[in-house]
């Protein structure tokens, strides 16, 4: 027997989070709460010690339940149906310390179990940076954070469109590093561009039982000629038509070392994304498409992935208050295409229920239902399955 699909996830979670001052034509709406981290109110003293410049000036968060069931017909008797809940629990804070410069910090912890695994656990940083903005289109930034390349794993998870990140971006890139980061923001907010340099821990290693070492530079483009999008995924203020393209390439020369030590081989690692925003009247849609092109050097054959997928909704307000978006996201990706290949499709459709949905694009309530499947076309494997859900944000 291959490999069990596995569908979905289960997830709780609270977490608090604020990003850095918003800049551009649209700080008015982010700083509104349209990123879904509206600032909190605070009382600033006449003449701030440093206890006080440190203090947080920000914080907001969200809380996530998800639960989910699926079948796998093809797998083994104690795998062909399994359930589950988990929690991630997170927090963060942002200051501005002082002028020019501000922080934030943004961690998650979870725990969770299901019928087929048992139970599990993590702790990791989403964001700790420090930065600090020589100019008002520039920002310098280090500490730990995401690498700028895939928009669906950059995303934080509860401005997402739906409860997880898309699948195929998992092949690519997972979590935070540790890095150097440079962004240049026009006054406009219609072109950002980001350079920087990066240990590389969330792309993963390219060979099983083995360590991968080696600095990852980073580049990172987005055009939206007619306006900044929000950060949100979705429509939810009926806005004119807006689009955004986004690109982004890392390259990485390492180095792979065995269990016992020593070094194995060397490689060359080339990632590209290359990604599509539409907004209009209540409509969005995104798409994205990722490829790595791993070359070895030595005693390892190269190694070519790929991955696409492709969502949308439609966001409507019945009566006054209450919000619906149907919601449909499929997704596609090889691993090891040229040499051994593993074809996986996903699928999800779904309904989310707004019962503010006045109230959508600055936090409030959303509920899920969705169904998904997940198929391992050489395994001859596919799981269905679905996934309920509820966030609130404040």
């Known amino acids: 027997m291959g490999r069990v699909a596995r569908i979905g996830g289960a997830t709780l979670a609270l977490v608090l989070a604020c990003p850095s001052p918003a800049r551009g034509a649209d700080a008015a709406e982010t700083d509104d709460g349209l990123s879904a981290f509206p600032p909190a109110a605070t009382i600033q003293p006449d003449k701030p010690g440093v206890a006080d410049r440190l203090y947080p000036k920000a914080a907001s968060g969200f809380i996530l339940v998800n639960g989910n069931f699926q079948s796998v017909p093809s797998a083994v008797a104690r795998s062909q149906a399994d359930y589950g809940v988990s929690t991630v629990v997170g927090v963060s804070a942002s200051g501005h310390p002082w002028e020019a410069w501000d922080y934030l910090g ?118 939206a000629p007619l306006g900044a999008m929000s950060p949100l995924e979705g429509d939810f203020k009926g806005s004119p038509f807006r689009f955004a393209l986004t690109g982004g390439v890392v390259y990485r020369r390492g180095s792979v070392y065995r269990t016992d030590g020593f070094q194995g081989t ?23 498409y990722l490829q790595d092109a791993n070359h070895g050097r030595l005693d390892v054959h190269d190694r070519v992935a790929r991955g696409a997928y492709g969502e949308a909704s439609y966001h409507v307000l019945v009566g006054e208050k209450l919000g619906l978006s149907p919601l449909t996201r499929v997704g596609w990706s090889v691993q090891d295409a040229e040499f051994f290949p593993l074809h996986i499709v996903t699928a999800h459709a779904g309904l989310a229920l707004y019962p503010r949905g006045d109230l959508a694009q600055r936090g409030g309530v959303r509920l899920v239902l969705e169904y998904l499947s997940e198929r391992h076309i050489e395994e001859g494997e596919t799981a269905y399955g679905g996934l309920a859900s509820i966030l609130a944000r404040f």
């Open 106 to 223: 943004y961690v998650t912890a979870s725990i969770g179990a299901d019928a087929v695994n048992g139970a599990s656990g993590s702790f990791s940083p989403e964001q700790i940076t420090i930065s600090y903005h020589p100019t008002k289109s520039v920002t310098l930034a280090g500490g730990y954070l995401r690498i700028p390349f895939s928009i669906g794993q950059a995303a934080v998870i509860a401005n997402s469109l739906f409860p997880t990140r898309p699948e195929p971006t998992g092949v690519f890139q997972g979590g935070a590093d540790a890095g150097v980061l440079a962004t240049y923001e026009s006054p406009e907010s219609r072109l950002r561009v980001k350079a920087g340099l990066f240990d590389g821990v969330s792309l993963l290693s390219t060979v099983p039982l083995a360590t991968t070492r080696g600095p990852v530079l980073a580049a990172y483009t987005e055009l």
């Open 266 to 288: 060397s490689f060359d690692d080339v990632r590209l994304a290359l990604s599509l925003r539409i907004a209009v009247k209540g409509f969005y849609a995104q798409g994205e």
